[in-house]
């Protein structure tokens, strides 16, 4: 089973921007859809951004216009992409691969900002 692993959480202050990356351990192509999610502290886990295997993007209205989703088939990797962040973007993000198989989820990588 494919694995994912995020990566590029951080500390940061509001206005600023970070990447997150989410690598595979196999090919990102087995998944039909991947996506980011993320949960603050005492809300459910939520949509952030998802993509899907030939590139179409969704991209929830909280974050339209500052976040961005991508891939690289070659890579093996998922970004996404955050600017002018907000202290309500505060979460664990996490990434998600949905496969006709099941959903492979990553462990999280911490994004806190600070006003």
């Known amino acids: 089973q494919v694995q994912l692993v995020e990566s590029g959480g951080g500390l940061v202050q509001a206005g600023d921007s970070l990447r997150l990356s989410c690598a595979a351990s196999g090919s990102v192509l087995s998944f039909d859809v991947l996506g980011w999610y993320r949960q603050a502290p005492g809300k459910e886990r939520e949509l952030v951004a998802n993509?899907?295997?030939?590139?179409?993007?969704n991209h929830v209205d909280s974050v339209k216009g500052r976040f961005t989703i991508s891939r690289d088939n070659a890579k093996n990797m998922v970004y996404l992409q955050m600017n002018s962040l907000k202290p309500e973007d505060t979460a664990v993000y996490y990434c998600?691969?949905?496969?006709?198989?099941?959903?492979?989820w990553g462990q999280g990588t911490q994004v806190t900002v600070s006003s």
């Open positions: 998600k691969g949905t496969s006709p198989y099941g959903n492979v």
């Open positions: 993509i899907g295997r030939g590139g179409t993007t």
